[in-house]
């Protein structure tokens, strides 16, 4: 579970004005910005505060009201960014995953998921104490809350009561009932509408019909409740290092079409794809982010099998994903801007491409990546393992290039003779005078010597009945039925690697029942006089 450190900054750009050496450290501050009317205050100081003063109040009307002098400065969104940022970075060093706000909250600040980071701090109330304790030496005014998701959290340090809160482990949807409704991360308009209905607090809307909400509403009142709340997941955009590998495009006419999406993704790519050519790699992951008109980013992260810079590649894999999201992509009143960024590199082998002879391998890497959009998870491959334990000698792994490789697909050659398989002379009581041993006489040639269905761990054989104590069973109860073997090869003796806790050898048999199944078990540990042997069945030949 995510652990969420909210720090609002109050009125930044007065703070990052007297930080920078711009304005006085005394007197009444206020920031203004173009607005319907002319200037308008966009940022205040206490001081300005106790003066009665409001931001969004037309700065004209403000200085014949009060009969004191007010120092003005320019906005200057871009430096007031630039600072936020740095702070974000100098914030990094309580965990890595800090992101600041984006246009849905409205304000300044941002976010610290501490889930795995707290103890080192002695605990969360002690990371929160000292976070706290260093702003205020810098003489950076924050209010900062801990809570389960960033709605929680931004609620609860903007609007609480306190300017330090500490909510443990789901333990906040209690305390955000008593906020007002704008603590929602709402758009004004829908603020306005619900304290119209009377509806001033959360507990008052969370309280309510969802259906008669959503109608009146939208779906974006229900989102922002619930991520409050901590019933629908609100994953944060950490903050990262430039990228170099990225484009961006702007929609004065926001989109929405599947299609538009597709082609726009492709155009960044086609962007991207020439500094890709000139430092020699490819892409092997990429993400796309959707910038929503309501400040909501929808994104999209796609791996790719071997690097890449082809754009139409890219695209159908963008065309794949959204087919499986469909209605989940919910683009609202439309998207304004689509990223699209290399997150991952790989080097990219110069290949053959004027004649159109594509290179080995780029089907079955395409089909990888078009089942990984459609199926919404990485496509795993088996990779081989140092043991000679079965079940310990194969593991999965995601597709990658070295598991597309040809060289990984050559089909072996058939080993007929058990010699050549690496199996031990079979006993005489396997050999084919046996009184219970028919035709066929020989394992056949086209099965592999180990089974392509393997347990992860052995089924016990009940019953067993074995004509000799060190051969293989004669017949043995296995899933609530009787086998009677027909034919069996081995043993294989497979015996315990050193490194780990001692055990047992196990004898492999390969048999052949009655109903033509045919199966691969073992003896736990060699035959011994007054001892039960204990058989597995470990797999199963197609």
């Known amino acids: 579970m995510p652990r969420i450190v909210c720090v609002c900054l109050s009125h930044w750009p007065v703070t990052r004005l007297r930080r920078a050496g711009l304005a006085p450290d005394r007197g009444p501050l206020a920031v203004a910005a173009e607005g319907s009317g002319g200037l308008r205050l966009l940022a205040l100081d206490p001081e300005a505060r106790a003066l009665g003063l409001k931001p969004g109040e037309p700065l004209g009307r403000v200085r014949a009201r009060i009969g004191v002098p007010l120092q003005v400065h320019p906005a200057d969104p871009e430096a007031d960014r630039a600072a936020l940022l740095r702070l974000c970075r100098w914030a990094e060093g309580y965990a890595p995953g800090v992101a600041p706000f984006g246009a849905a909250e409205a304000a300044d600040g941002f976010y610290i998921d501490v889930a795995e980071a707290s103890h080192l701090r002695g605990g969360e109330a002690k990371l929160v104490d000292d976070l706290a304790g260093r702003l205020a030496r810098s003489n950076i005014p924050a209010r900062i809350a801990l809570a389960d998701t960033p709605g929680g959290a931004f609620a609860l340090a903007c609007y609480g009561a306190s300017d330090r809160v500490v909510v443990p482990p789901g333990g906040a949807a209690e305390p955000l009932r008593g906020l007002p409704v704008a603590a929602l991360r709402l758009d004004p308009g829908t603020v306005a509408g619900l304290q119209r209905l009377g509806l001033r607090r959360v507990g008052e809307v969370d309280a309510l019909a969802r259906g008669p909400l959503a109608r009146r509403f939208g779906e974006a009142l229900l989102l922002r409740l619930d991520q409050a709340m901590g019933r629908r997941p609100e994953p944060l955009a950490p903050l990262t290092e430039e990228a170099a590998y990225r484009a961006a495009r702007g929609f004065l006419d926001p989109i929405g079409r599947q299609s538009d999406i597709v082609v726009t993704a492709r155009l960044l790519m086609a962007e991207i794809a020439p500094r890709l050519e000139r430092d020699g790699v490819g ?17 999209l992260d796609l791996g790719l099998s071997r690097p890449e810079r082809c754009p139409e590649r890219v695209a159908a894999l963008v065309s794949l994903r959204l087919d499986r999201l469909g209605a989940g992509l919910d683009a609202g009143f439309g998207f304004e801007t689509v990223a699209l960024t290399v997150t991952v590199t790989g080097t990219l082998s110069v290949r053959q491409t004027e004649l159109g002879a594509a290179p080995q391998g780029d089907g079955i890497d395409a089909l990888a990546d078009a089942l990984t959009q459609r199926l919404g998870r990485p496509l795993l491959r088996l990779g081989a393992r140092a043991s000679h334990i079965p079940e310990r000698a194969a593991h999965t792994l995601p597709w990658t290039l070295h598991g597309s490789d040809s060289a990984s697909r050559k089909s072996r050659p058939a080993l007929s003779p058990a010699r050549e398989r690496g199996l031990a002379p079979r006993p005489a009581s396997c050999e084919s005078d046996s009184p219970w041993t028919s035709a066929p006489t020989s394992w056949p040639d086209h099965l592999p010597p180990r089974p392509l269905v393997l347990f992860p761990r052995g089924e016990a054989a009940l019953d067993v009945l074995s004509t000799v104590p060190e051969g293989p069973p004669r017949r043995f109860r296995w899933r609530a039925r009787i086998h009677a073997i027909v034919h069996a090869e081995g043993p294989e ?17 390969r048999v052949e029942c009655e109903a033509g199944r045919r199966l691969w078990l073992y ?8 001892r039960p042997a204990a058989w597995f069945v470990h797999g199963v030949f197609a």
Do not use: Q, S, T
């Not at 003796?493 to 048999?509: G, K, L, Q, T, V």
């Not at 003896?523 to 007054?530: E, K, M, S």
């Open 283 to 299: 892409a092997c992951a990429l993400r796309l982010v959707l910038h929503r008109v309501d400040g909501v980013m929808r994104v």
């Open 523 to 530: 003896r736990d540990g060699p035959h011994a006089p007054g």
């Open 493 to 509: 003796r497979i015996a315990a690697e050193w490194w780990h806790a001692p055990a047992e050898a196990r004898d492999y048999y």
